[in-house]
DNA sequence: CTTCCCCTTGACGGTTCCATGAAGGTTTCG
DNA sequence: CGAAACCTTCATGGAACCGTCAAGGGGAAG
């Protein structure tokens, strides 16, 4: 049950002592040498944190950390030699969660490892299924049952119905739904949300015109409820 | 509404460029000069970020962040002159979730108060249910409870039944409601607070004709009473 | 008891907000 | 390379809501 670390540098003199760093402090290190190896690598395996070289042969490493921030939460750690004010903010701003600067010391890089592990959201904890009524959702598979029936949804409106189910009850503004499934990042129509919702509606709600679960709240937004 | 940042720093001067450049980001600051200070005014007023000197005269930074740490899941910056990897483990160690070594570019040091923000837990303040006889008000989910049942209120209903709420017994004068309610700066029909008010008594008094809870104090206002 | 003032009540136009349908663009997969 | 699924934007209709007005009623002072 160790945690799986992604370190992502194109200079494998580097990558090999990053790598033997981290694995001194108990973690298992995989190795990616360029962005698209490491997209590849973590579709098909997520890691628990992932380090970023920003210089990257391909695509660079703000793109990597987007990519990346896109479909999952996995802290993201820049590990780089350029220390521009400019750069550290663009780094952070594409979804880092720290950034750190070459040369650096294992002892400080494995230290800011742990604080991001501690506020990490239980990555793998909440294999609990949720019930809302004939409603039954598995976080894990990405599975959604309606009366026992499966339900397919897509990627957002399975994370749109993930963020709503996270705290049942409580109202989401459309703000905090673009934040929180499309990105913070995210700039546009704030009818979205309302079209996504719906589609959600159609596929969840036994009566879409009546919802009983996803319940829109004027003014305020929409919440969850069994 | 705002996001308040707590800063605790001896040094007069640092303190207040630090205010000022984080308020030029839309933060509200509040400073500290020692770590008494700070653990009494965080007691009082929990903020959404604490930034902690280590070098501070009385009890030191460390013991600043483990403490406020015991209590709560705030996100915590050390911001110091100490660059020593050893400093940074035991910042981080001791419950920190981000290290700055001075002197530090504000812009950066927004950016990874940002970051951290993402993370953070949605703060835990203001979740408290108030109640009045069986009257139930609960902000979080936008609703209001009477004998248990649901009660759907609009948004200026509620705003308007949260403010009475805020101090329940005081009684709230016209001008007060429109300016903590509507706005401070709306100019119309005085009239406007009773017509709310009315149709507040419609959804959450059992009689609306005699009205037990929102009380009309004739020539003065209105109060919420139990 | 009378009068005045303030509050209540009901109704109505204007506005805001949400649901719905459709179309264009992007990604994914065969 | 083509098709299907999906995401995003836009326009439109309708419902809910807000603010205003005028008429009616009830309490307080004299």
Redesign the pocket.
């Known amino acids: 049950m160790g945690t799986r670390i992604l370190t992502v540098e194109d200079d494998e003199r580097i990558r090999i002592a990053v790598r033997m760093a981290l694995e001194d402090e108990g973690w298992i290190v995989d190795g990616a040498a360029s962005g698209e190896d490491a997209l590849e690598r973590f579709a098909e395996q997520p890691a628990d944190v992932v380090l970023i070289d920003l210089m990257l042969p391909g695509i660079d490493g703000f793109a990597v950390c987007r990519s990346i921030r896109r479909d999952s939460d996995v802290p993201i750690v820049m590990v780089t030699a350029r220390a521009d004010t400019h750069d550290v903010v663009a780094g952070l701003e594409a979804g880092a969660d720290d950034y750190v600067t070459k040369p650096f010391q294992p002892k400080e890089l494995s230290a800011r490892i742990r604080a991001l592990l501690r506020r990490a959201r239980p990555s793998s904890g909440g294999s609990a299924t949720l019930r809302f009524g004939e409603l039954e959702i598995t976080p894990e598979e990405g599975l959604v049952r309606r009366s026992g029936d499966e339900v397919?949804l897509?990627?957002?409106?399975f994370r749109l119905l993930c963020e709503l189910a996270s705290m049942p009850g409580r109202v989401f503004s459309r703000e905090q739904l673009l934040e929180r499934v499309?990105g913070y990042d995210y700039f546009?129509?704030g009818?979205?949300v309302?079209?996504?919702?719906?589609r959600l509606?159609t596929k969840v709600e036994p009566d879409?015109?009546a919802p009983r679960h996803v319940v829109?709240v004027?003014?305020?937004?929409y919440k969850l409820q069994g």
Chains 1, 2 share one sequence.
């Open positions: 397919h897509t990627k957002t409106e499309w546009g129509d009818r979205l309302d079209v996504h919702v719906r509606r879409p015109a829109t004027r003014g305020l937004g």
